[in-house]
């Protein structure tokens, strides 16, 4: 394994992903003590500079994480995981380390007595954990900019530093230059998918109630949801089935029997040339295999910004776990972060309740419209991942990138739906990714699609 170095860009040439290295685990083509090494040589490298969290990945480099390889399934090959480097987000509990959620202001925190749910699941799989991930500090932002520990490079563009995204920058960087296969991350609003599509990988959202959040620390209770990023969609399938301990169905529907509805309402507005031109070959590929795609108003998402106007979900339920915090705390915080959770201090409780009500009618009115379709296609954000300069000093740029990349993903999020990105661009382009999403409990199709659309794609550029 040693010898084949991690693509940079998938789409181009090729994934090394979790099934291919399982199979050459288990054909002797590699072995678990190569495989790890050459995880943590590439995390070691200046392309995962700011990746892990600093006392995290002193651990990790140092060796003493994990000490044997034999505690982490390799003697058992047949665990879905066995011997696959897997990074954790620093918002989950590891037994024995602290969950800073990227900030200074839990660093010193106590370190968590016992795993949360998610990651015992990944160590019973079989999985190596290796170093914990950078992340937007306490996970309030789509950018990817963390002021305490740096920001994680996007590996896409050697010329160009660019942000990665966010709120799981560390945890995309570390599967896209394959210091790890997997990254353990969360979504709220995006937080999965923005990055997969500036890194070019694969971010799928299930739907929230399938993976338990207990020992997460907390955006926002009513929408975080616990995935993973990846490098293939059928990667995706093997993590969700680890992570949600459930077996996904798999239909194998063709595209030729899909109906796939394309919104022509907000999520297409104002696209950069780039994501444009990637989003309409992507359609065409898929009209070419069969699909039956057709474009719909979708009028129901112009009624997310009156619904969100006093600030929304996540700005009442983070500032309900941060207003002791941050009363003492405030000035420790990212300025940016905290005047997002501020906004909650705002919100009444009659405002909560209303907005409770409001999300559970607009919920009922998008299920009645999005009947009789498989899935909905938009481009996962508008833009191709813009340079960290342009909005690290700038807050009106910040601000303007973040609501931009936030605006596509964060209506899954709204309408507790699952989704899944993965790449659509061409070799020559920065990344781009394909958003295909559908209402709550939609998983298994979704995922299924996924799979013959990722196909369709990447026969589509063999033949370029």
């Known amino acids: 394994m040693s010898q084949t170095p991690y693509p940079g860009n998938i789409r181009a040439e090729g994934a090394i992903d979790l099934h291919a290295t399982q199979l050459a685990l288990r054909s002797g083509q590699t072995s678990p003590a190569e495989l790890l090494a050459h995880a943590l040589s590439v995390a070691q490298s200046q392309r995962c500079r700011h990746v892990f969290m600093p006392e995290s990945a002193t651990r990790w480099f140092a060796g003493t994480a994990p000490k044997s390889l034999e505690k982490h399934g390799l003697n058992k090959p047949e665990l879905p995981l066995a011997g696959v480097p897997v990074s954790i987000k620093d918002l989950f509990d590891v037994a024995g380390e602290t969950t800073a959620a990227g900030s200074t202001v839990l660093a010193h925190a106590p370190a968590a007595l016992s795993d949360c749910t998610a990651v015992a699941r990944l160590r019973a799989a079989g999985a190596v954990l290796t ?98 990023l990846t490098r293939s969609v059928r990667d995706a399938v093997s993590v969700h089935e680890v992570l949600a301990a459930r077996r996904v169905q798999l239909a194998g529907k063709p595209l030729s029997a899909c109906k796939l509805a394309v919104a022509r309402t907000l999520m297409q507005d104002g696209l950069d040339s780039s994501v444009s031109q990637a989003f309409e070959r992507a359609l065409s590929v898929l009209r070419q295999a069969g699909a039956q795609i057709q474009e719909i108003a979708l009028d129901e998402l112009n009624a997310l910004a009156s619904i969100n106007a006093s600030g929304g979900l996540s700005a009442a339920e983070s500032y309900a776990w941060h207003r002791h915090l941050i009363a003492e705390h405030q000035v420790e915080y990212d300025p940016r972060v905290a005047l997002r959770i501020l906004r909650g201090a705002q919100m009444s409780a009659a405002d909560y309740i209303d907005l409770l009500a409001a999300r559970r009618q607009w919920i009922a009115s998008m299920g009645a419209r999005l009947a009789g379709f498989d899935a909905v296609l938009s481009p996962t954000v508008p833009m191709v991942a813009p340079s960290i300069a342009s909005v690290l000093n700038d807050d009106t ?6 609501a931009l990349l936030l605006r596509n993903p964060a209506v899954v999020n709204m309408l507790d739906g699952c989704a899944i990105s993965l790449p659509c661009h061409s070799p020559e382009q920065l990344p781009v990714g394909l958003m295909l999403w559908h209402a709550a409990l939609h998983d298994d199709a979704v995922l299924d699609l996924g799979l013959q659309v990722e196909a369709a794609l990447r026969q589509s550029l063999q033949k370029q």
């Open 131 to 228: 170093a914990r991930t950078n992340m937007v500090e306490f996970a309030f932002s789509g950018v990817g900019l963390n002021p305490h520990y740096g920001t994680p490079v996007n590996p896409a563009d050697a010329l160009v530093e660019r942000i990665s995204g966010g709120s799981s920058s560390g945890a995309a960087v570390s599967v896209a230059t394959g210091a790890a296969l997997v990254g353990l991350g969360s979504d709220t609003g995006g937080s999965i998918r923005i990055p997969a599509a500036l890194c070019g990988i694969v971010g799928f959202k299930n739907t929230a109630r399938l993976v338990p959040t207990s020992g997460v620390l907390p955006l926002s209770t009513s929408l975080d949801t616990v995935c993973a």
């Open 397 to 402: 740029e910040f601000f303007r990138v973040n």
